[in-house]
């Protein structure tokens, strides 16, 4: 009997520290998830007319009646950032560059490509 009573405060012991254990990385990851989402809000506040931009640009491009866009329309759409800004915008929005025949620039979705292919050859 007397091998088991100092065994008795050493499991309990053991079973404290694990379940504070749990009980800590259970609070610290709810916290980082929070401080997380918190961080998230506050870049997309800060970024708030890039991200709108970008979804604007993606609203633009994926028009059912056409793949692509001038750049001239897009920058009057869009408005308020100079060409360059606005060419990064078009790339983070996923758009590909072309340029025309005639040296007028165009933006298509990157995943609209095959679209465009297809209805070339389709006037071909």
Same mark, same amino acid.
């Not at 929070?34 to 007319?49: F, G, I, P, S, V």
């Given at each position: 009997m007397n091998e088991i009573v100092p065994f008795i405060p050493i499991f309990? *012991? %053991?079973?404290?520290?694990?379940?504070? *254990? %749990?009980?800590g990385g259970m609070v610290t990851g709810r916290l980082q998830k929070?401080?997380?989402?918190?961080?998230?809000?506050?870049?997309?506040?800060?970024?708030?007319?890039e991200f709108m931009a970008e979804t604007t640009a993606r609203y633009f491009l994926s028009h059912q009646g056409y793949t692509d866009r001038s750049f001239d329309t897009l920058r009057d759409a869009i408005g308020g950032f100079g060409d360059d800004e606005l060419r990064q915008i078009l790339v983070r929005a996923g758009a590909l560059r072309?340029?025309?025949?005639?040296?007028?620039?165009?933006?298509?979705?990157?995943?609209?490509?095959d679209e465009f292919i297809e209805k070339v050859r389709?006037?071909?």
């Open positions: 309990s *012991a %053991l079973v404290s520290g694990i379940a504070g *254990a %749990l009980i929070e401080r997380y989402q918190n961080d998230m809000n506050l870049l997309r506040a800060e970024h708030k007319t072309t340029f025309r025949k005639d040296g007028s620039e165009w933006w298509r979705l990157l995943s609209r490509n389709r006037i071909e």
